[in-house]
């Protein structure tokens, strides 16, 4: 169901009210920006391929082929969870500007407004 523009008007007016209010929250709950580096993820994919490659080959002669697999694996993954990384707080943007009225101000108006009709 879609919000009619006075529920997004309203919806609009809460979300600058907490950002204006308590930045710090917001930013806990706001998407995080992540770069990925293409030649950690690349890497680690074929690393993670090769010792798949060595696991399964060694389940059929040598165990310790499997193990040292098993090790790539375990390293490509990492390489590939490293790559990876959070972009600082500047490249995300100006500030968010505050609102003039807070809100539970503007919501104690529309209660009062209400009781008194």
Not at 32 to 46: A, C, E, L, M, Q
């Amino acid at each position: 169901m879609a919000l009619t523009d006075a529920e997004r008007k309203l919806l609009d007016e809460l979300e600058a009210t907490l950002t204006a209010q308590d930045p710090k929250l917001v930013s806990k709950f706001a998407k995080p920006h992540r770069r990925i580096h293409p030649t950690k993820t690349i890497g680690g994919v074929i690393g993670f391929l090769l010792g798949l490659v060595g696991l399964v080959a060694g389940m059929s002669s040598f165990w310790w082929i499997s193990v040292i697999g098993f090790v790539v694996m375990l390293v490509s993954t990492i390489l590939v969870i490293s790559g990876y990384s959070k972009l600082p707080e500047q490249t995300r943007g100006p500030a968010p500007v505050p609102a003039g009225e807070s809100f539970m101000s503007r919501m104690e108006k529309r209660w009062q407004d209400r009781q008194d009709q």
